[in-house]
């Protein structure tokens, strides 16, 4: 099967950005989570790798996901019928991946690595505020989650990353 071929079949849609994005996607968050976990800072510092080729690659890649991310969403925009088809697909695509990313946060992770007990855990208005990033309200923290991180309490920076990392609950 040659290009043209498979961009009919595709119906102008090849999937070869798909994967880039998710693997720009999937480098941001291993990137996010080594900072959150080390103490590292979000963005490559010059000292940690001065010399290396991977220093212009790590500070190229949230960039590069966030423009290819961009080029995608427009073309999204381009294809819908109005604006409000597209707003719906939008809405679609990502507040179910939200609500379960909270949802498991919240009640898997969260329960599993508290440091206090599951009662209070529950009665903590730090957790019922963290249920709140379902409707958009970032809150970081759930109680007695990651409190030895170098960031502590946060939790899902990667998430939330465009945000100030100073923003506290």
Request: glycine share 6%; proline share 8%.
């Amino acid at each position: 099967m040659n290009l043209a071929e498979r961009l009919i079949a595709t119906k102008g849609r090849p999937s070869g950005f798909d994967y880039l994005r998710l693997g720009l996607a999937i480098s941001v968050v291993m990137w996010h989570t080594t900072a959150t976990t080390y103490g590292l800072p979000v963005k490559p510092r010059d000292d940690l790798w001065p010399q290396s080729p991977l220093h212009a690659l790590f500070s190229a890649t949230l960039p590069m996901f966030f423009a290819l991310s961009g080029y995608l969403v427009a073309g999204s925009l381009e294809r819908s019928k109005t604006i409000l088809t597209f707003i719906g697909l939008r809405v679609i695509r990502i507040y179910p991946a939200l609500a379960v990313e909270v949802v498991l946060s919240a009640f898997l992770i969260g329960t599993a690595v508290t440091t206090i007990p599951l009662a209070a855990y529950f009665r903590d208005p730090l957790f019922w505020k963290y249920l709140l990033n379902v409707t958009g309200h970032i809150h970081y923290s759930l109680p007695g989650v990651f409190e030895n991180n170098p960031w502590p309490e946060m939790v899902n920076v990667q998430l939330w990353g465009i945000m100030p990392l100073t923003y506290r609950d």
